[in-house]
């Protein structure tokens, strides 16, 4: 006789077994219309699940996040069940939900093309139409393994047998339609919908290796409404024209090339927009109490193992074997390097906390396929800080580091920040009383940020409780940026100690801080965040210096001087073209600022000002100009 709990307390018992179905009902009429699945538990079910014992249950809607995935995981199926009705022989593989949607691998000789996704489309709404039951079962592996080899899906024999021994073949029925699948699904296909559409296609390696069959992947998105549906198209709309690399060639930043993949080739606007940023963030840290360091970019092989990065991340580590039979490996992150500073000369309790920064630059390898222009790269800078502390220290530390990210965030105008709290794995190190400390502290340091945030139960790091900084840009995406990670593990792994009040040596706890994250992503994001129009203190070229003609180079000339003197970064065009040409060709490379002169402006020893998006004009003496826009252009 189960007794089951929801989650506003209330309990309701059962002569008998329960499923989902029965439970909605029981709870409200309206309820079992809206339930997608239930959590039974902790763990997703569908709500034909059969509830034998006593348990915690919550039914999960469209409204919660994990209704909208199951909805998207449920449209996956239905593109590959459309694709099969549409194109018989075409073979599937795997269907996964990613961020915004889904997609499908299929393994078909022709290619898919416009005409065909438009297709698919229409076969998906009229198998929702149909409202399909859905229904799971459970198959023997052998018996698994014939039948998909016998209709002719190899590749998912294959997936069945790599599927360990101790795991369940779980198959999903859509109507006569079936898949190999974990689940959980909605009760039928009715449930998904018509707020979804197919956006692309484009290839995919079998099993993610080049080795492997080309495949073809179809992408689609699905939303619980029309009206987010169309919210999110439009947000795609808008972010191709602000696609950073369509405005980094624009605004002459940076280019990529084949003999360095995912490596930055920045020119000079776009060094000067990197170097500004780390001259803000200098300034910033310095009055934190920071103290700036560096440590080399190749290290010893047997460091990483010591620190345990080799046995995790060695495979994606660039390494390198010298005459002398040793190797060495680039550095994928700077934490190992900074303890080896902290370690150099005997440390008190007084020396702490010790707050060490770097912009270290750090290289992991991506696959080819994974790279994407300055958001996913192989050599990035961290903007890394390792502060060594006390335990008593932790809490303090916490809200100071919180405080910083987000008055950094404010001035690079991200006002919409949601803050994600991941505290103990299962698996872990360290004494659970330091644990408690550290995650009393992080939650303390979010609580008094008043900003909003999401527990990710179980998800933090094997050394420590993390808070990770997600900024909301100006269409509506979430970038996950910032991190602030408490490690109870490395600084025990690599020798860090410091002697106490009471003379023992004790191990720091270190807190592993980052604001940006990547410099290179992060300027990416900014580029796509103000679409190119970068605030003026951060735009690489603040001015440009236009005359009205040749006749009046000499007097731009002068303009020039007095601007560059000022600390404007300012350059003159002085090309023997069209006025209007100049400043469409200028304006279209997002300089902020024209600074026009003509007879009039030379007569009165004047500027006229043309600001970036506006087709105003302002008229001022150039020493206003100049002390106007100088204040401007500082952070």
């Not at 691998?105 to 009229?126: C, G, Q, V």
């Not at 040596?505 to 270190?510: A, D, G, N, R």
């Not at 302002?618 to 020493?623: F, G």
Request: aromatic residues 10%; hydrophobic residues 35%.
């Amino acid at each position: 006789m189960p007794e089951i709990k929801l989650p506003d307390g209330k309990k309701i018992s059962f002569s008998k077994a329960v499923n989902g179905f029965e439970l909605t009902e029981k709870i409200s009429k309206s309820l079992s219309k809206q339930a997608c699945v239930m959590n039974v538990d902790g763990k997703l079910e569908d709500l034909s699940f059969s509830i034998e014992k006593d348990a915690e249950v919550k039914i999960i809607t469209e409204k919660d996040k994990e209704g909208l995935e199951v909805m998207r995981h449920d449209a996956a199926h239905i593109l590959a069940m459309s694709v099969q009705e549409l194109f018989p022989g075409t073979q599937v593989t795997i269907g996964p939900v990613i961020e915004d949607g889904f997609y499908y691998d299929f393994s078909r000789k022709e290619p898919f093309t416009k005409e065909d996704l438009k297709k698919i489309e229409n076969k998906m709404k009229e198998i929702v139409d149909r409202n399909e039951l859905t229904k799971r079962e459970i198959w023997k592996r052998d018996k698994a393994i014939d039948h998909f080899k016998k209709i002719g899906e190899h590749y998912k024999a294959e997936i069945i047998e790599s599927i360990p021994d101790n795991e369940e073949i779980s198959i999903y029925h859509h109507g006569k339609w079936h898949d190999l699948c974990r689940g959980p699904h909605l009760p039928s296909t009715g449930k998904i919908g018509k707020a979804f559409k197919l956006t692309k296609v484009s290839g995919a390696y079998w099993r993610g290796d080049s080795k492997n069959e080309m495949l073809q992947r179809i992408y689609g998105t699905c939303w619980r409404n029309k009206k987010e549906l169309d919210e999110y198209l439009l947000r795609l709309e808008e972010a191709e024209k602000r696609d950073h690399r369509k405005l980094g060639k624009e605004m002459d930043l940076f280019h990529f090339r084949e003999e360095s993949p995912g490596a930055v080739f920045w020119h000079h606007k776009g060094w000067t927009l990197f170097q500004t940023l780390v001259g803000y963030m200098r300034q910033k840290q310095k009055s934190a109490g920071y103290k700036e360091i560096n440590t080399p970019e190749i290290l010893d092989k047997t460091l990483w193992e010591q620190s345990g990065h080799w046995e995790k991340f060695g495979e994606n580590m660039f390494t390198s074997d010298t005459p002398d039979e040793k190797t060495f490996a680039i550095k994928p992150m700077n934490c190992p390097g900074c303890i080896q500073v902290f370690n150099q000369g005997l440390k008190s309790y007084r020396d702490l906390p010790l707050k060490l920064s770097e912009f270290g630059k750090v290289h992991r390898y991506e696959p080819s396929g994974a790279l994407h222009g300055l958001l996913r790269v192989r050599a990035f800078t961290q903007d890394d800080a390792h502060i060594f502390c006390t335990e008593d220290q932790i809490t303090d530390e916490c809200l100071s580091v919180t405080k910083l990210i987000l008055e950094i965030y404010k001035d690079l105008g991200f006002k919409n920040v949601l803050l994600q709290f991941s505290d103990r794995p299962e698996k872990r190190v360290g004494d659970d009383k330091i644990w408690d400390k550290a995650e009393a502290a992080l939650l303390k340091a979010i609580k008094q940020s008043k900003l909003k945030y999401e527990i990710n139960k179980g998800e933090g790091a094997f050394y420590g409780p993390k808070i990770d900084f997600v900024l909301r840009d100006t269409i509506g995406r979430d970038w996950q940026c910032g991190t602030l990670q408490v490690d109870l593990n490395l600084p025990s792994r690599l020798g860090a100690t410091y002697v106490s009040s009471d003379g023992s040596k004790k191990v720091p706890v270190m807190l592993h801080r980052a604001l940006f994250g990547s410099l290179e992503r992060f300027i990416g994001i900014l580029i796509e965040h103000y679409a190119g129009k970068l605030p003026l203190w951060l735009s690489p070229l603040q001015a440009v210096v236009i005359p009205i003609s040749s006749e009046f180079d000499n007097y731009a000339k002068k303009i020039f001087e007095q601007f560059v003197k000022a600390g404007i970064n300012t350059e003159m065009d002085l090309k023997n073209q069209k006025i209007n040409y100049k400043i469409r060709e200028h304006s279209l490379s997002k300089v902020p600022l024209l600074l026009i002169c003509g007879e009039k402006e030379k007569k009165s020893k004047s500027v006229t000002i043309r600001k970036l998006g506006s087709e105003k004009q302002e008229t001022l003496s150039l020493d206003k100009a100049i002390n106007k826009i100088s204040k401007e252009s500082r952070f």
